[in-house]
C-alpha cells in the first residue's frame, strides 16, 4: 500500500511569508501527526490531528496551525517565517483502535528553507 | 522538550559487528519506538515494545526495556553498511501528546 506522502519535498521562502504543507496519510489511518526537525532542537511535536478534530499541539506558537480534511489529508499552515522556522517538517500517520497506538509510519518531509 | 537522551550521541563500528544504544527517559510510558533515519529523510519504524514488554526481537534487531530505570537499549547484531544512520528512542506516553524523541545516535558502520 502507498505510504505516506508529502508534498512538496523542498521549499525556499521568504522571512514573512506564509507556507502551506500537505501530508496524505495511509489509506485507513484517521491519525495525523506533524513534527519538526531542527539541529539544535531536534524533532518536535507539532500536532495531532484525528478524524478531521486537532487533539493536542506542542509547544509552538500560534502561527503554526493545521487541519484535517474528512479524507484525513492533512496541511500545516506555518504565517509570518522566521529564519527559525527553516527544518524538516515531518508528517506522520498511524492506525489507532481503543486509544492504542500501533507505531508511526512517517513522510520523506518537507525542507523547509527560510531566507 | 527532549524526553530524554540516547547513549552515545555518535558510535562507529565495523562491519560485522554490534553495536548497542541506550536511550533513557523520564515520564511514564505507554510504549517506547525505536526509529531509523537516512541523511535527513524520513523516519523508519523499527520497533515498538510496550510497557509491560521487557524485550523485542525483529530480525538483527533486539530492544529491551527496564520501566523501572527508564530506559530502553537497541541492539542490531552483525552490522553491515546500509545500517549506517541516525536512531532515535521515542516515547508515547498513551495521550495525545504525540512522541517525545530522544537526540538520537548516530551510528556509522565501516566496511
Known amino acids: 500500500k502507498a505510504g505516506v506522502t508529502q508534498t512538496p519535498r523542498y521549499l525556499i521562502k521568504t522571512r514573512g511569508q506564509q507556507v502551506t504543507l500537505s501530508c496524505s496519510p495511509i489509506?485507513?489511518?484517521?491519525?495525523v501527526s506533524w513534527y519538526q526537525q531542527t539541529p539544535g532542537q531536534g524533532l518536535q511535536f507539532l500536532f495531532e490531528y484525528f478524524s478531521e478534530t486537532q487533539r493536542n499541539k506542542g509547544n509552538f506558537p500560534g502561527r503554526f496551525s493545521g487541519r484535517q480534511f474528512s479524507n484525513s489529508r492533512s496541511e500545516m499552515n506555518v504565517s509570518t517565517l522566521e529564519l527559525g522556522d527553516s527544518a524538516l517538517y515531518l508528517c506522520?500517520?498511524?492506525?489507532?483502535?481503543?486509544?492504542?497506538?500501533?507505531?508511526?509510519?512517517f513522510g520523506s518531509g518537507t525542507r523547509l528553507t527560510v531566507v | 522538550s527532549q524526553q530524554g537522551e540516547e547513549d552515545p550521541q555518535a558510535l562507529s563500528i565495523q562491519e560485522g559487528e554490534n553495536a548497542t544504544m541506550n536511550c533513557s527517559y523520564k515520564?511514564?510510558?505507554?510504549?517506547l519506538q525505536w526509529y531509523r533515519q537516512n541523511s535527513g529523510r524520513g523516519l523508519v519504524h523499527l520497533i515498538l515494545i510496550r510497557s509491560n514488554e521487557r524485550e523485542k526481537h525483529s530480525g538483527r534487531l533486539r530492544v529491551t526495556l527496564d520501566t523501572s530505570k527508564k530506559s530502553s537499549s537497541l541492539l542490531i547484531t552483525a552490522s553491515r553498511a546500509a545500517d549506517t544512520a541516525s536512531y532515535f528512542c521515542?516515547?508515547?506516553?498513551?495521550?495525545?501528546?504525540?512522541?517525545?524523541f530522544g537526540k538520537g545516535t548516530h551510528l556509522i558502520i565501516q566496511p
Open positions: 521515542a516515547t508515547d506516553g498513551g495521550g495525545a501528546d504525540g512522541l517525545t
Open positions: 515520564t511514564s510510558i505507554n510504549n
Open positions: 489509506s485507513g489511518h484517521r491519525s
Open positions: 506522520a500517520s498511524s492506525f489507532q483502535t481503543g486509544g492504542a497506538n500501533y507505531g508511526y509510519t
